[in-house]
Each structure stands twice: as structure tokens, then as C-alpha cells.
């Protein structure tokens, strides 16, 4: 009789740690950005802060663009190691140029992923624009 | 890691669930091995753990002890070891009862051999369905372990404040978790309320030996209690209230479904025995079932004045009206239950309620919310068809065969005047039958009975008393045919009477089988790492308002806060919102819905709500587009928007 709960008890702990081990780091990316919408639409880049976490459990590159008015103005390739994280923030010439161009439409881009599409950008992206 | 993780919680199991009651049965019943068969002995001192363990822990916390891990091992030891010293000494002394045994182990090898095989069985289908889905996310659970959680953290007992919780449906996974180190996002509270659903079975496999040995013989008996197990334990094995019921944390329920069996059957036992110390026991157990959970209790209240009822009218009519000559032959059980241990036991459980700790749900809102005429349409009673298909059809019918035949069984019992062995058998037949319709009268027809309780609950019930009656019906029947029918067609018979429930229960358990879906566990574990990244960023001062209806795994986030209980709010089903009965609170809804709106922006300012979780892609549009809302965190399917000018 021992056995016949020692078993099943077993596998289910085992199970339930191991799933949850797997599920926490594999599959997918956290953004998380602190006041980025009031940032872009001032205008003022000198607050914007971006987290990258690598949840996965390969290293994965991330390419970093920030536009204003279409126009790219950062570009930036970052290799984030497997369940690590990276925070960005702006270089000075970006938040000057950002500033002069308060009023127009800002685009900060983030894309990673392995697969490219026809363009050569890779597919999975994130934008945040100051844009409604 | 892991496997030192594991024999914690091995140590902890033993230290919680087997030793204390272990040693406590011992000292009652010195001679052990000659009064209950190992069955009985592992499924007694592990009730009787749990029992302890709550008792204990309630008392550590009336006397102001902080719940640590040191102090909880020294009390647990300390308790095992008095007890163990006792039954000790108690043996020493040389009092050894002459007590038979309670004819429980009286099985053949084959027997024993088909019972362990069927435990193993329902063990298997228990434990894959649960696999499935493992990452724990359920809404029940998820409200529970808050709880258990806030025992761990503080190191005493909360106050709930409402009389929807119960001091026992927590303790046990508080103590566990703080003993093995387990953390409460694991599988480790499911694997806990899998062991009770095991014990629950034992249970109703004892209690079922032990009330049809009261009205036919041991062999019908130990065949009700192997059938019993098997329709329990394997047909229908993952509807409610088994499986179902533990993935989705109902403990109240599980940990009721193992004390009522266990108590009934200590009751029919303190009758057949006139033992007062299994009257002791039976007051024990009921006070524990008290502790554990307000509609189990209820439930069994009623099912025992159902049985006093029956009682009653059975007992009349077979002492021929004749009151004197029955209170006669009542009288030596009156005394085995109300005999001066008992009462000093009764006593100290009555002042256990009053003055240590008085169980949630015992105020008179409380109690009028549970009594009297139906208020809802989900509590005027469920239709027959509904039954049939909650407890499933195969069983039912066989169990109404089975009631039908016993009630064969009852009235040439009943109608010969046979004083001793009388009572035990009108007690063992009225409370077979009590406990069937008591619970179908609840289900069905509340308003007879006064009962005030969303139905489709109380039917969960029904399934244990079912399968003693199904069981008790093959067994019973097919005893006779096995002697008197041709053994070819006997046999056929018995294939096709087990065959069409195995195809029953069987198919049961494939349309409710959990599909393991990777993506939706991801989802919850995204969920959990937003509460956590949320959780370093809000402010005391700041509220979080989350979505109840697309995110995954959102009851669990308050685990990550352990600010309150209510904390985050929560965006709920919307016909939630449309209560006929009372009004209730439309912001949590608004704040999501029509956040730019004048009661959307009152709202945000009377709550305070600064963060809101939502599923990307689900009714994010509004804060997308919203200068009043930043966009603070993402993953793949859940998002967090901040109130930009939120004060």
C-alpha cells in the first residue's frame, strides 16, 4: 500500500517541479518600460527604460531600432544571454535629436527572433510609438 | 534539489498525516492489531493526523505561539511522543482488550489482491489526469493557498473576515509547505489533496464493509466493500467530486468526502461494539469535519437527523409501538455515547468552539444565508436528468436497484423482533438509507427540507452513498446467482453488469481527460511573472486591477502580493455584475470596459487602481490608444498599463 501512494506522489511533485521549471523560462521574452509613453511624447528619451528578460533558454539577438518620423535614427544588435536580462537606455545624441523633433511621430522598435522576413528584418517585433 | 525537496516533504507527510494519529489510536486501542485490520489502522491514524494537526496548530496559535518550522516540530514530536510513551505504558500495564477484531481484514488473498489492485488503479487514472495541467492555476485552489500562505508568512492563524473559509482547509498545506520547503507555485498542494482523495477512498470502503455487515452477512460485506472501491475509486474517477475536485482545489469538499464516511463508520462501530471509545472518536471526528468545512458538516447534520428520523419509525414499528421496551434496548448504546468519558470529551469540544477558536461560519447571517427557503434559481433543486448526469447514469441505476432490494432486506429484517443484534441492523439500514436520501432530498427538493444552498453542490455528495448502494447490489445479488444460476450464465451476468459500468465510468473519464496544452501553462507563468515584476514597481498606496475572465491563472497573483486578500481587484464574469438579489460593485467591471468614461475616471480615483493586467490582445484597445495610459510591460500574452496622472 506504500508503494501504491509513494508512486503516483512521487511522480506528481516531480512532475509539477520540472513542468514548472520548464514553463517559467521557455518560450517567450519580457519588455517592461517605465514611463515610455510620457518619455516619447515629451519628446525626452533621458527616462526611457527599457528591460529586456530573456526567458528562453538559448541566447537570443535582439536588434533595437529607434525612428522618428520613419526615419531610423539607433540601431542596435544585442546578443541577451539565455534567461538573463538587458536594459537600454538612450544614448545622449538620441535624446537630442529625439528632442528636437518632439512634436512628430517616434517610433521605438525592438525585433529578435531567428527566421528573417523577405526585407531581412527578423519577424517577432515590438513597437512602442508615441503615436495614439 | 529536488530530491532533498521530496524527503522533506515525506518527512513532513509523516510528521503531519501518519505519526500523531498513528500514536493516539495506539493509546486508545492497545490491542490494535486484534481490533482493526491494517486497512482500518493506516486509514484511521491518517484521518485522525489531520484531525490533530489542526487542533494542534489551533492551539498553538490560541496560547500565541508563532507557527515556525522549529516550533512546529516540537510540538508535533512532543505530541507523538507522549502518545507513543502512553501506548507504551498502557501495554506495559497489561490491559489488553479482549476485543474481537471489526471483521474488515477478513479477506482472502484474492481479495486482497483485487483490493490493492483497485486502489493502484485509481491511484493511475487520479494521477495522469492531474499530470495533465499540472502548473497550478485553478480559481479555488488559487484563493485557498492565499491563505495557507498568510499561515506560513505571519506565523499565526488569519482572521477571515468573511464565512466563506474555514481554519482546517488551510492548515495542513501551511504546515506541509513550511516543513518540506516546497514553495506554494507548485504541484505540492495538489499532491496533498491527491492523498486525501486516496484516504477518502479508503473510507468509503471501510465505512461501506461496515454498515452492510450491520444488515447482511461478512461475505456480502467484504464484496460491497471491494465493489464499492471499485465503482468509487475507478468509475467516473475524474467527474466530481474526485479529480475534478482536487485539480480544482475544492478542499473542503475532498477533506469532507474523507471524515463523513470515516464517521459514520465510527458510529456504526461504536454501536456494534458498544465501545464508548469509538464514540469518543465519532465526537472527534465530527468536531474535526466542524473545522474542515461548513457544507460537509451540514450535509452530515442533516444525513444524521434524516437517520434519527428513520430511526425512529423503523425502530417503532418493530418493537410494535411498545416505547418502554425500546428505550431498553436503546438504552445500553444511549450509554456508550453519553457515557462520563464522552461527556468530558463533548465538553472540552465545546469549549474548544467557544473559547479557542469558534469556526467562521458559525454567525447567525451565516447560517440563515444556509437555511431556509431557496433564494436563487441555482438552489430550488436539480431536475432528475441533471442528477444523472452529475453522478452518472450507470450508477445510479444500479444504486437505485440496489436501494430497492435493501428495502427488501429491511422489512423481513425488520419484521422479526430480535432485540440485540435488532438495533445494529435498524441503525446500520437507516443510516444506508439516510445518507441517500437525505442528500437526493437536498439535491432535489431544498425547499422541503429548508435548504438554502446552490444544489448543484450539494449533489456532489450523493456519489459515495450511491456507490455503496450500487455495490451493495452486485455484491448482494450476485452472491445468489453465483450459488443457485448455472455458473456460465452467472458469470455472463456479472460481465455484463461490470462491463456496461466500466464502459461508463470509462468513457466518463476520457470526455473529461485535461488536454496537457504547453502554450496555456506558459500563459499562466507569464501571468505569475508579471504579478512578480508588478509586485517590485506598485506602491503600497497603489491598487492593480486584473482580468478574471481571459488571464490564466489570475486568482493565484495575490500570492505574489500578499497585501489582502482582495488584492489585486478583480475584473469578474460579466453576469456576475447582474446580481437580482443585491447590488453589487460595477467598478472593477468599468474601470476595464469604459475606462474614459466619467464612471470609469470616478472609479480609477475611488479605488485607486494604477495598474491594470489585462491579456494582450483583449480588451487592450482602450488603453492603447489612451494618453492616459502607458504601456509598462509585455510578454507574449499578457500586458500592463500604467494610469499616467493616477494620484
Not at chain 1, 538612450?90 to 527572433?113: D, H, M
Request: hydrophobic letters at 50%; aromatic letters at 16%.
Amino acid at each position: 500500500m506504500f508503494f501504491i501512494l509513494f508512486v503516483p506522489l512521487t511522480f506528481l511533485l516531480w512532475h509539477g517541479e520540472t513542468a514548472i521549471n520548464k514553463r517559467a523560462v521557455v518560450g517567450y521574452s519580457v519588455f517592461s518600460f517605465l514611463n515610455s509613453k510620457e518619455s516619447i511624447k515629451k519628446g525626452d528619451l533621458s527616462a526611457l527604460k527599457i528591460n529586456i528578460e530573456n526567458s528562453e533558454e538559448e541566447n537570443i539577438e535582439y536588434l533595437v531600432s529607434i525612428s522618428v518620423n520613419d526615419r531610423q535614427i539607433d540601431f542596435q544588435e544585442i546578443l541577451v544571454a539565455a534567461r538573463s536580462n538587458f536594459i537600454i537606455e538612450p544614448s545622449e545624441k538620441i535624446i537630442e535629436e529625439a528632442s528636437q523633433n518632439a512634436s512628430n511621430k517616434y517610433t521605438v522598435s525592438f525585433q529578435w527572433g531567428e527566421e528573417k522576413d523577405k526585407k531581412g528584418a527578423l519577424k517577432k517585433q515590438f513597437e512602442l510609438s508615441n503615436e495614439k | 534539489m529536488i530530491i532533498l525537496l521530496l524527503f522533506k516533504f515525506y518527512i513532513a507527510i509523516a510528521l503531519t498525516l501518519f505519526i500523531p494519529g498513528h500514536f493516539f489510536i495506539k493509546t486508545l486501542f492497545k490491542e490494535q492489531k486484534r481490533y482493526f485490520s491494517i486497512v482500518e489502522w493506516v486509514l484511521l491514524s491518517f484521518g485522525f493526523s489531520l484531525l490533530i494537526t489542526n487542533f494542534l496548530v489551533i492551539a498553538m496559535n490560541f496560547l500565541s505561539i508563532k507557527l515556525t518550522v522549529s516550533s512546529l516540530l516540537i510540538v508535533f514530536i512532543l505530541f507523538s511522543a507522549i502518545f507513543w510513551f502512553l501506548s507504551r505504558k498502557n501495554q506495559k500495564l497489561g490491559e489488553i482488550s479482549k476485543v474481537s477484531t471489526s471483521g474488515f481484514g477478513g479477506f482472502s488473498k484474492k481479495q486482497l489482491f483485487l483490493f490493492l489492485g483497485i486502489l493502484a488503479l485509481s491511484c493511475i487514472i487520479r494521477t495522469f489526469y492531474l499530470a495533465d495541467g499540472i502548473v497550478p492555476q485553478t480559481t479555488d485552489l488559487g484563493h485557498h493557498i492565499y491563505w495557507s500562505k498568510t499561515i506560513s508568512e505571519t506565523g499565526q492563524l488569519p482572521s477571515y473576515g468573511m464565512p466563506d473559509f474555514i481554519i482546517g482547509e488551510h492548515i495542513i498545506f501551511a504546515v506541509v509547505q513550511m516543513l518540506s520547503g516546497f514553495s506554494y507555485i507548485s504541484s505540492m498542494s495538489v499532491s496533498v489533496l491527491f492523498l486525501i482523495n486516496v484516504f477518502s477512498l479508503l473510507a468509503i470502503s471501510v465505512c461501506a464493509y461496515s454498515l452492510v455487515a450491520g444488515f447482511a452477512t461478512k461475505k456480502i460485506a467484504r464484496n460491497s466493500a471491494l465493489f464499492t472501491l471499485l465503482i468509487a475509486g475507478t468509475f467516473y474517477a475524474t467527474s466530481s467530486p474526485q479529480a475534478k475536485f482536487i485539480a480544482g482545489g475544492v478542499i473542503g469538499n475532498t477533506i469532507g468526502n474523507l471524515f463523513i464516511p470515516i464517521t459514520i463508520y465510527l458510529f456504526i462501530l461504536a454501536i456494534r461494539k458498544k465501545d464508548s471509545r469509538m464514540a469518543t472518536l465519532f465526537y472527534l471526528c465530527l468536531a474535526g469535519l466542524g473545522f474542515t468545512h461548513h457544507l460537509s458538516t451540514f450535509i452530515f447534520l442533516y444525513v444524521f437527523l434524516g437517520f434519527l428520523v428513520i430511526f425512529f419509525v423503523f425502530a417503532v414499528s418493530v418493537y410494535r409501538f411498545n416505547l418502554s421496551i425500546l428505550w431498553k434496548n436503546v438504552f445500553p448504546y444511549f450509554k456508550v455515547f453519553f457515557s462520563k468519558w464522552n461527556l468530558v470529551t463533548l465538553l472540552i469540544i465545546v469549549c474548544f468552539i467557544l473559547f479557542v477558536h469558534t469556526p467562521s461560519y458559525l454567525n447567525k447571517t451565516a447560517v440563515n444565508t444556509a437555511v431556509g427557503a431557496p433564494s436563487k434559481s441555482t438552489r430550488v433543486g436539480l431536475p432528475f436528468g441533471a442528477i444523472t448526469l452529475s453522478v452518472g447514469a450507470w450508477k445510479l441505476f444500479y444504486a437505485i436497484l440496489g436501494a430497492l432490494v435493501l428495502s427488501i432486506v429491511a422489512s423481513k429484517k425488520l419484521l422479526k423482533k430480535n432485540s440485540r443484534t435488532t438495533i445494529l441492523q435498524i441503525a446500520s439500514i437507516s443510516l444506508t438509507f439516510s445518507w441517500f436520501l437525505t442528500i437526493f432530498l437536498m439535491s432535489t427538493k431544498p425547499a422541503l427540507l429548508k435548504v438554502d444552498i446552490i444544489s448543484s453542490r450539494i449533489v456532489s455528495y450523493i456519489t459515495f452513498p450511491l456507490a455503496i448502494f450500487s455495490a451493495f447490489f452486485i455484491a448482494f445479488v450476485f452472491q445468489r446467482l453465483f450459488k443457485k444460476a448455472p455458473p456460465m450464465i452467472a458469470q455472463i451476468l456479472f460481465f455484463v453488469v461490470i462491463g456496461t459500468g466500466m464502459i461508463s465510468g470509462f468513457a466518463d473519464i476520457s470526455d473529461s481527460v485535461r488536454k496537457n496544452d504547453p502554450a496555456e501553462e506558459r500563459e499562466v507563468m507569464q501571468t505569475y511573472r508579471a504579478s512578480r515584476y508588478l509586485n517590485s514597481i506598485a506602491k503600497e498606496e497603489e491598487n492593480v486591477l486584473k482580468d478574471h475572465i481571459y488571464l490564466k491563472g489570475d486568482t493565484w497573483m495575490k500570492l505574489f502580493f500578499m497585501r489582502d486578500y482582495k488584492y489585486p481587484l478583480s475584473r469578474s464574469f460579466l453576469r456576475r455584475y447582474a446580481d437580482p438579489t443585491k447590488k453589487r460593485e460595477t467598478c472593477t467591471r468599468d474601470m476595464i470596459a469604459i475606462p474614459h468614461s466619467e464612471i470609469g475616471k470616478e472609479c480609477f480615483k475611488e479605488t485607486g487602481v494604477k495598474y491594470i493586467v489585462l491579456k494582450d490582445g483583449f480588451e487592450t484597445a482602450q488603453f492603447e490608444r489612451s494618453e492616459n495610459f502607458s504601456k509598462i510591460y509585455t510578454s507574449p500574452n499578457v500586458v500592463i498599463y500604467q494610469k499616467n496622472n493616477a494620484k
